[in-house]
């Protein structure tokens, strides 16, 4: 069935330092991949998405690609702080999305060292 | 945080016990979504709802079940809870005319004994 495959499952960066965060998806026709941020023992928070008909998409420190031919899209966040320590996880849609049934990826615990 | 309230916040309960969990939204949204959160697998998703009495399964419904018999609220039951069923439980909602994009409840943390 469709998959969403999400590396590395940890990343440890000093402050200061890029992350990136890498997802790959089965499904050809989805068209929609959204990253999730979430704190420990908090709801999962968007942070930011991208949408098939564009290949990148920046929000000030972080930044979303995306690859259609080869199936994969790419989280990066600049001069990271300690407060983006969080879990990250990426999706994408089912299909072409009219149910908005995401699938999502195993996740990212990223850590920030001050 | 969207109007999205979810209800127990926890839960112990014990195997072969009903348990059912409530999804109450105050803003209308159509689209409304339960998942499950487990270490190392994500959130995967076992029910969703696309209007009043019309839901659909996900792809772990093995086990649950749903009800919508209203818009602002989306019930997940566990008819006879199992202990591979102790989990994280998110409700999410899909904001019309904005696409496709999921805000997530506060979510229930389960325990079955």
């Known amino acids: 069935g469709e998959n969403v495959e999400q590396h590395p499952s940890t990343l440890s960066v000093q402050e200061g330092d890029s992350a990136v965060i890498k997802c790959t998806y089965s499904?050809?026709?989805?068209?929609?991949f959204p990253w999730y941020k979430q704190e420990l023992g908090k709801r999962p928070q968007l942070i930011i998405d991208i949408r098939s008909n564009v290949g990148e998409k920046k929000d000030q420190r972080i930044a979303v690609t995306l690859n259609k031919t080869a199936k994969h899209f790419s989280l990066h966040i600049t001069e990271t702080q300690p407060e983006d320590s969080a879990v990250y996880f990426c999706?994408?849609?089912?299909?072409?999305?009219?149910?908005?049934?995401?699938?999502f990826g195993q996740g990212t615990t990223l850590q920030v060292k001050p | 945080d969207a109007g999205i309230t979810q209800s127990p916040r926890h839960k112990v309960t014990e195997t072969g016990t009903p348990v059912t969990l409530r999804c109450h939204q105050t803003e209308n949204h159509r689209y409304m979504y339960w998942y499950r959160q487990d270490p190392g697998h994500g959130l995967r998703l076992i029910h969703y709802?696309?209007?009043?009495?019309?839901?659909d399964k996900g792809e772990v419904s093995d086990g649950y079940s749903v009800s919508r018999s209203k818009t602002e609220d989306f019930l997940l039951t566990l008819e006879s809870a199992t202990s591979s069923q102790t989990s994280v439980y998110f409700c999410?909602?899909?904001?019309?005319?904005?696409?496709?994009?999921?805000?997530f409840g506060p979510g229930t943390r389960l325990t079955v004994l």
């Open positions: 999410a909602i899909r904001e019309t005319g904005r696409g496709n994009e999921q805000f």
């Open positions: 999706a994408a849609s089912q299909g072409s999305g009219n149910t908005g049934k995401l699938i």
């Open positions: 709802s696309y209007g009043v009495k019309d839901t």
């Open positions: 499904d050809s026709a989805s068209n929609y």
